[in-house]
Every structure is written in structure tokens, then in C-alpha cells.
């Protein structure tokens, strides 16, 4: 168990070392439907085992589905049904995973006469779910709502799903157009499915992963995908591999920024399927030494950072803007990071918990709907503890659990204390042990 809150150990080396990553989130958690809707059994290799991955597998398992798993060694075993989901009635929880909310309410929809109710944390109940919910109404489901209109918990009642043109506003949330997708292929025609203005990283993901699941679309996530009906996934391999995950990467590709020397962040390479390896483009802006090893990306400090303001655009990779703005007073020069106003409906309204806990350490931070400014210095030897309150988010712990390690008071002794810290059970249960662990081989002499 973790100290609550959590005193984050300042560095008095520089980081030397290697760190491994869980699995991909995204990866894990659409590989588990792609896996589900097969005709066979599926072994995912290098999965995540964290809570939005537990909730998926339990939630398939509530549907029906035979879904084993190896925490030890991060494999997950799923037989599919090609197709078809096995209980018509079920009551399923998604806790504040939006993979799993949006994702198990289209899937749901296959089912030609199921009835299912659907509940999720205290957060994910005002997460945005209308765009997928108008458009599976469209498409023929019932919803109807406990309390709020068009959120959590509501009750649906689904009917199959036709073909024909599907569009979605997906301006809230990229994976309502994702979970579209992943179904279309079982709808009763072909299906063009478009969703104008969609944030195309993670669309890109799914239709790779598709096709990697063999099942043919062609398009564009800006121009829409034709999918034809008809059609089956199968891995063509019993055996599927996730990788890594490149926004937990982002954490410990930044500690040399904090901290000097240099990690090797093992199994990270740019040609992943995954958006968000694109923050090391960021860490390549800021001065910092990027190198493709054999084994992964070597990450280096630089001697000097550019001395002047920054502006970068986070639209597309915007899971790691936490990361970059976590350090960012102890860059010499102002820090813009824009593109995010989506980021206010995630676990928590990131923009605003970011600026909150920067504010409290000292910096000076300016926000607007979709960016905020964060300016150099502020980040002092003051003795007096700097408590950082997490808003049930893990990547506010994981930030300010990088930006706590560096020695502001040049003694060792902790400043910065981070609230919740289990919170990171969502994606990166084991976070603050591996930041220890490194912590303890950087420091051995
Ligand atoms: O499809 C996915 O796996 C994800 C899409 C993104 O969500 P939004 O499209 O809601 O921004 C991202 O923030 C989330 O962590 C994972
Ligand atoms: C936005 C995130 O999660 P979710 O899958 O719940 O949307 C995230 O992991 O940063």
C-alpha cells in the first residue's frame, strides 16, 4: 500500500537506467472486443492488468464471455463469438474508463433483442456519451435514462444494427467513433460510417487494429470508412502482442528533464501504433536527446534548454500535455500547450487540476478554455509541503509524481506530496514502484 499522501522522493543523481512499460490501454482494451467478436479463442500477450482492462474483461464476462487471465504474466485469454454476444440481459459497470464505456455500449447494440443497464463512477456519469447514444438510437436502440439525459446510468435496449450511413459526432470523444468501427463489420449491410471533425489518432489505431484482426475498411478518420458487411476478424495468429504504452512512457521520458542523465524507456519505438508517441517530437523540441535503441527510445537531458517561450499543439496526443505541463516551470522560458479544451470531460477537468496544482507549488499559470500557459521559475526551496490533490486521475498523480523529483530544497527531503496516489491503478498500478525502483539504481553507487 502506498502512502497517502504520497511523499515523492527528490533525486540527488542523475537518472541512469532502464524502465519497462505495462501494456497499452487502447491496445489491451480493443483487442479485447476485436478478440471477443472472433470465431476463436485468442491469447493477448504483453497485456495491460490495471483496473480499465479488469473492467473490460469483467464486463465481457458479465456478457458471456469466457475471458481468463494471467495477472503474473500480463496474458489475457478470450474466446470470441463471431458476432454474437451471449447474454441478452446483463448489468454492467464501466467505472471512469471511457475506453470500456464507449466501446461496450456500441457492442452491446449487436445483440438482436438485449436489455442492459449500464452504471459507472461518480465521474464517468457526466462523461460526454451523446453523440454515440444519438446515433445508435438512430440506428435503431432504446435508451432510457436513471437520471440525467444522455448519461450514466441509463438502461438500452438493442435491436442489431442495420447498415447503411452512419455518422456520429465524435467532436466530445474520438472512442464513440472508435466503438462504432469495431461493430460495423457485423451490422446487416455495409456500413460508411463518418464522424466530420473526430480527433484522428486513436481512429487510426482501431482501423489498424482491424486490419490487423484481418477485417477489411478503406478510408480516412477525416473523410469516414466504408466497411463492408460479411465480414470476420481472426488475428490469423492465436497469439496477439500489445505494446507498450507510449503516454505511460511519457513520464519517464521526461525524468531526465527533472533530474539530468538519461533512461531507456524499453520496447518504445516511433513506429507503434499509438498517437502519443509523438510527445518525444515535444522532448526533441525542448533540447532533449531522442535515440532509437535496438531495445527502445534512450532519452538524454540536454546541457541547456532553449531559452525561449514555446507554443505546442497537444490536440492530437493530448493524454501526455499532463506530463509536459507537470514540468514545465522548470523550463527557462514560458510553455503554451493548446489543442485540449476536450481534456475539461475526462477524468476530471485536466486543464483546470493541472493549473490548480502548478498553482500551488508556485508557478504562474494562465488558462482558457482549451490551453493553458505555464511560465518559468516559481518552483522554490520554500519548507513549506506542497500537497497535490489528484482528482481521482491518474495522470495528474503520475505528472506531479515526475515534477516531485526534482531537489527544489537541495536537501533530499520531499516537498511535494501527491494525494491518492492508488489513483494510477487505472492505467500504471505499479507507478510510483518503478519511479522507486529507478530512483534506487540511479542512486547506487
Ligand atoms: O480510443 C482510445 O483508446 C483513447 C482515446 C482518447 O480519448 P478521447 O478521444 O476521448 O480524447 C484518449 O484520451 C484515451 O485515453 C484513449
Ligand atoms: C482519457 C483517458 O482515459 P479514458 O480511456 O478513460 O478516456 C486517459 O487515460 O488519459
Redesign the pocket.
Known sequence: MLPDPYPVKPWRAPCRGSVSLPGS??LT??ALILSALTKGTVQLEGALVSRDSRLLVQNLQALGFEVSMDEAKRSMVIRGEGGSIPESVADLFVGNA??AARFLTAFVCLHPDGRYRFDGDEEMRKRPMEGLLDCLTRLGARVAFEGERNCFPFEIQTTGLPGGNWSVD?G????ML?ALMMVAPFASENVFLSAPGV?PA?VQ??ADLMHQYGVNLSGTPSDGYSIPAGQSYSPGKSRFPIEPDA?AASYFMTLPLVVGGSVLVRGMHSGLLQGDTAYAGVLRDLGMGITEKEDGLLVEAPEVYTAEARAFSFRTF??TFLTLAAVAPLLPAPVTISGIN??RY?ETDRIHAMAEGLGRAGAQVSTDEGSITVGPGGISGSPKPVFIDSYKDHRVAMSFGILGCRDVLGTGEPWLYVRDPACCAKTFPAFFEELELLYRNSHDK
Open positions: 490501454k487502447s482494451n480493443r471511457g475506453t465524435a466530445a470523444s474520438s472512442q472508435s480527433r486513436f489505431m482501431t503516454t493530448s493524454d476536450h481534456t475526462q
